[in-house]
């Protein structure tokens, strides 16, 4: 083990394993779990002197047992905890190779799982609270193919997985360009005479606390900022958002209820209260979570570009680094609340494959923004596309801007959407607008066209219309271009088949 | 069919595709003709009503499986397969062969003894809604193999 030496000329450089390493050891131990059981032994601690008294009667079958028993099986189960930690850290390995990153895992089930360079969507660097203190973090590497088949590595050394992550977008930009070359990527341990970081251990932990800004054997690629979410414009935002909106509804009817009908509805209510508190613990709960998750997920928020892909960072406690590999998002959403309108606030989200749906602080590209941001967000997505058109196509409604429409004849089956409603293949991406209440644009780059869809029901059907869907990898966008004219649906349908093939076509020149 | 006729070799969903599905229909609304029948004469005479509309709600349901069957089509373009299927609730679906991630061939007993199979293409997108029902399952081998030539050669990833 070699330990990290003071001064620029010898700082310690970390690297990419080329062999199989195990995670740092000790992870077993971060997790909720032993957190819990730490629980458990406290409560113990506080509680064994009371019972080993024998003034509690509702512990009076644990007197029955000798006090050194009662010591032998704690124990017992506290070194049953660190020896399935010692083992599952020792089965639970890593490493990359030119082509591939493998992963196994797993006492009784072992797991082998591989992750193809040149399928990798994206690779995030996580710290949750406990890890960043320690300075260690997670890495997650999405890739193409459904649930399950991405590799989680926790926890490693910031510097193990900051070293992992620029290496493995190294050499999947090298293995996407080319597949015959080898990238020169590839680092050689020491090369210049600077120390290696040795393998990661428990007696190593002290040196790496709190690490923020480590050295790798392959720099990450330069990155350029191109927006921020203030603090300000977050808070704002989260006040103006629906849910803070019911809380607050909710909160002025039980003072008006209270107010005006008298006393015997605030017993009442503080009644309700008594009966169902566990309930009510649970909603509340429910609320801060919801309220935490915002401000978590958008503090600090900031896109920027590099050569290898987008990078997200964001985080309060939590703090996520998030880099998309070069044209791997498929489609994104830009959607305005009722409340952010005369804020002209939009947030956007996208799909990226690998991501799963639920997971709302990955999918996020902007949390909140103004027009500008919304405009450089979507040229990160659609660098081809012009700021005017795009402006234009973010604010206007229905056909507005050469869009297709709904027909007025959709009225009674979409009283609310159908002025809104529009569709318009553009040179790069198929746009689709919509919404009520909150107003919808989806943008689908036509290269990342799935498959396409028409379907008509039969009130559709007599009143001749129907909608076109845009089938889109699993995410929050879901682009459905609904009750437009029968035949334009689908002749989009025929033509965006065809613009679709002719850029795959491109692509893949 | 008027809805969605580009100039292509639409290939129909095999007649045969009807008789297996009314079998598993019929087993079903046997059982409750039965039910019924039995409640006639063990009870009164009036259940005799629910077993006449039992068999007028097999007769609707074989008329719908009929009409479904022959609605049900598919064609192989250049680039893409095209599906179409359904007449009350019709959908059409376009899947480029560079867009598939598998080909999936399936057949249940009931499909092997008509000498039938299903095929059903997957993408990146759970959506795609491309299932081919009734392939003659003298096709079904080929028709897997050719998408999948074709899927190789126009592969464009993600």
Known sequence: ?509 | MTWYEPHADWTYADRRLIVTRCIVLWILMGFIVIDFVVFTFVFSPAWAWGAGAALLLGAWFTWIVYRGVTAHAWAEREDDLIVKRGRLFRSVTVVPYGRMQFVEVSAGPLARAFKLATIQLHTASPGTDATLSGVRAQDAETLRDRMTARGEARLAGL
Do not use: C
Request: hydrophobic share 45%; net charge positive; glycine share 10%.
């Open chain 1, 1 to 509: 083990m070699t330990s990290p030496v003071a001064g620029p000329a010898h700082t310690p450089v970390y690297t990419a394993p080329r062999e199989w390493t195990r995670v740092h050891p000790i992870s077993p131990y971060l997790g909720t779990g032993p957190i819990l059981g730490f629980v458990a032994i406290y409560f113990l601690a506080r509680n064994l002197p009371a019972w080993v008294a024998g003034g509690n009667e509702e512990f009076e079958a644990l007197d029955q047992v000798p006090f050194v028993w009662l010591s032998l099986g704690v124990i017992v189960v506290i070194a049953a905890i660190i020896g399935f930690g010692v083992l599952s850290w020792r089965r639970n390995e890593f490493r990359i190779g030119d082509d591939a990153m493998y992963h196994r895992k797993g006492i009784l089930f072992r797991q082998h799982r591989q992750a193809r360079l040149d399928r990798i969507e994206a690779v995030d660097v996580v710290q949750p609270l406990l890890a960043r203190i320690f300075g260690l973090a997670q890495l997650n590497v999405q890739v193409a193919g459904g649930k399950g088949s991405g590799i989680d590595l926790q926890y490693l050394r910031l510097g193990d997985a900051e070293a992992l992550r620029n290496e493995v977008l190294a050499l999947s930009a090298g293995a996407t360009l080319s597949k015959t070359t080898a990238p020169d990527a590839v680092p050689t341990l020491g090369a210049e005479g600077e120390p290696s970081v040795g393998p990661a251990s428990i007696r190593d932990l002290a040196n790496h606390l709190g690490e923020t800004n480590p050295v790798t054997a392959v720099p990450a690629a330069p990155e350029r900022d191109v927006y921020k979410v203030p603090t300000g414009r977050l808070l704002g935002s989260i006040a103006l958002s629906t849910p803070t909106f019911m809380v607050a509804l909710g909160a002025v009817a039980v003072v008006v209820a209270a107010v005006f009908l008298g006393s015997r509805v605030g017993e009442a209510i503080l009644a309700f209260v008594g009966t169902s508190l566990f309930a009510i613990i649970g909603f509340l709960a429910a609320i801060f979570g919801y309220f935490w998750n915002q401000i978590n997920g958008g503090f600090q928020f900031t896109a920027a570009t590099s050569e290898d892909g987008l990078r997200l960072r964001h985080g309060l406690l939590e703090t996520r680094r998030q880099t998309v590999a070069p044209g791997r998002v498929q489609a994104v959403l830009v959607s305005q609340g009722v409340l952010w309108r005369s804020r002209g606030w939009y947030r956007i989200t996208m799909n990226v494959a690998g991501y799963q749906e639920d997971q709302q602080r990955v999918n996020t590209l902007l949390p909140v923004g103004t027009i500008d941001d919304v405009l450089l967000a979507l040229r990160l997505v659609l660098p081809q596309v012009s700021d005017e058109s795009l402006a234009a196509v973010v604010t206007g409604r229905g056909a507005d801007g050469g869009f297709t429409g709904a027909p007025r004849r959709a009225r009674l089956l979409d009283p609310f959407q159908w002025r809104r409603r529009g569709v318009q293949a553009g040179e790069h991406a198929l746009f689709i607008r919509g919404g009520w209440l909150t107003h919808e644009l989806a943008v689908v780059p036509h290269e990342r066209t799935q498959s396409l869809g028409v379907s008509q029901g039969p009130v559709q059907r007599v009143r001749h219309l129907a909608s076109l869907v845009v089938h889109s990898t699993p995410g929050p966008v879901r682009p459905v271009a609904a009750n437009l004219d029968a035949d334009a649906a689908l002749d989009l349908l025929d033509q965006q088949a065809e613009r679709a093939r002719a850029y795959r076509a491109l692509g893949r020149a």
